[in-house]
């Protein structure tokens, strides 16, 4: 599913729960039941697309959260493409592909120091990711061959007769929110977004992880969000330039002046 090839996001950490700040919400925890919310952090594609998976596979409620003012996150800034192979668009413009060799493209380009089992992933989920996002209502009809590619699998909006071509990331991110809205109109009680919304950190419950403690920029308080499942769909360290454990800083502190 899309959701596990762009997030591999679930959450399955064990932590201590933090004492309550001054004007801290306290909710008291208990076990999740059945008809509690799933929390996805983040609003980009991969938040987007656990969205959707949740709600058309049996999730009472998704509860969004995103830092800023307006859901999309980097993905909506991408021009490029999806790389896929055997999908339906390869095949009905003749490109011959294969796993093995998206595989081997795959490698080559990451010098060979990638996580073979995330390639996998990659590579086998690829033309399924598409058909996702089809259905979405994403027109991904066109291909084009990108760098470290030896066949065309780059996959694209076509680019219209007349008029600007429309940037893919804002087509993707515009087609899965028009379909979340479709969902919250027809059933408001499902989908609940909260934007400039910032995760603290995260609730258990035993083992495991069932909740946020999240700072609104309207409040001056921190409210704890409990549900049954925590998706975390929240990007690389690239913005992590602030925090005292700064990866960005510690491993690659000449990249912090990009935006």
């Not at 996001?9 to 076990?31: N, S, T, Y």
């Not at 010098?111 to 089809?134: G, K, M, P, Q």
């Not at 409040?219 to 960005?248: H, M, P, Q, R, W």
Request: aromatic letters at 4%.
């Amino acid at each position: 599913r899309l959701a596990t090839l762009v997030a591999a996001a679930i959450a399955v950490l064990a932590m201590d729960v933090h004492a309550a700040e001054k004007g801290e919400v306290r909710v008291r925890r208990k076990a999740p039941g059945p008809e509690d919310p799933v929390i996805v952090v983040g609003g980009g594609l991969a938040g987007l697309s656990a969205t959707i998976e949740a709600l058309e596979n049996g999730a009472t409620k998704v509860i969004l959260i995103d830092s800023e003012k307006s859901l999309g996150g980097n993905s909506a800034k991408a021009s490029s493409g999806i790389n896929a192979c055997r999908s339906r668009t390869q095949e009905k413009m003749g490109i011959e592909d294969s796993y093995e060799r998206f595989y081997a493209d795959t490698l080559s380009a990451g010098d060979r120091e990638n996580d073979e089992n995330l390639v996998d992933v990659l590579v086998e989920e690829s033309a399924a990711a598409i058909d996702f996002l089809e259905r979405a209502g994403v027109d991904l009809g066109d291909i084009n061959l990108c760098g470290g590619h030896s066949v065309p699998r780059t996959h694209w909006i076509p680019s219209p007769k007349e008029g600007k071509p429309l940037p893919v990331g804002f087509g993707i991110i515009k087609a899965l929110r028009e379909k979340i809205d479709a969902i919250q109109k027809a059933n408001p009680e499902r989908v609940e977004i909260l934007l400039e919304a910032k995760v603290a950190g995260l609730t258990s419950w035993n083992e495991y992880i069932t909740g946020v403690r999240v700072r609104t920029a309207a409040e001056n308080k921190t409210k704890e969000i409990s549900g049954k499942a925590v998706i975390l769909a929240t990007g690389g360290f690239s913005a992590d330039k602030d925090s005292d454990a700064s990866l960005l800083l510690e491993f690659a502190a000449e990249k912090a002046a990009f935006p």
